[in-house]
């Protein structure tokens, strides 16, 4: 069983920035993607950004395309989000998810991961 845990939240105000860090407790076996998404209270989870291995695929959710980025270390396991020109909207948890290898259309469908972390909190405000 892969277990997932999540760090580097915190305060930022608006146009400031925060990494992220995915730490997982083992090598993930075969083909598989790795995710961030994020949630606030009352709504559902909503895809921020995945990588698939191999190929190195990736997506970002609209909302933080040219904002976000992922930085992925097979070494030791972590799959970072750098977070850029942040904004009040992107108050939430993130949660850091793996599961198997996905086609680029299905990235945002938070069912079909396997394994997700307990969150981190991310609040951006003045």
């Known amino acids: 069983q892969v277990q997932l845990v999540e760090s580097g939240g915190g305060l930022v105000q608006p146009g400031g920035s925060l990494r992220l860090s995915c730490a997982a407790s083992?090598?993930?076996?075969?083909?598989?993607?790795m995710a961030w998404f994020r949630q606030t209270p009352g709504k559902e989870r909503e895809f921020v950004a995945a990588?698939?291995?191999?190929?190195?695929?990736?997506d970002y959710g609209d909302s933080v395309k040219g904002r976000f980025a992922l930085s992925r270390d097979n070494v030791k396991n972590t799959l970072d989000l750098q977070m850029n020109s942040l904004k009040p909207e992107d108050t939430a948890i993130y949660y850091c998810?793996?599961?198997?290898?996905?086609?680029?259309?299905?990235?945002?469908?938070?069912?079909?991961?396997?394994?997700w972390g307990q969150g981190t909190q991310v609040t951006v405000s003045a």
């Open positions: 083992a090598r993930i076996s075969g083909r598989y993607t």
């Open positions: 998810a793996g599961g198997p290898r996905l086609i680029r259309s299905s990235f945002w469908s938070a069912t079909r991961y396997s394994y």
């Open positions: 990588i698939t291995w191999p190929g190195s695929i990736q």
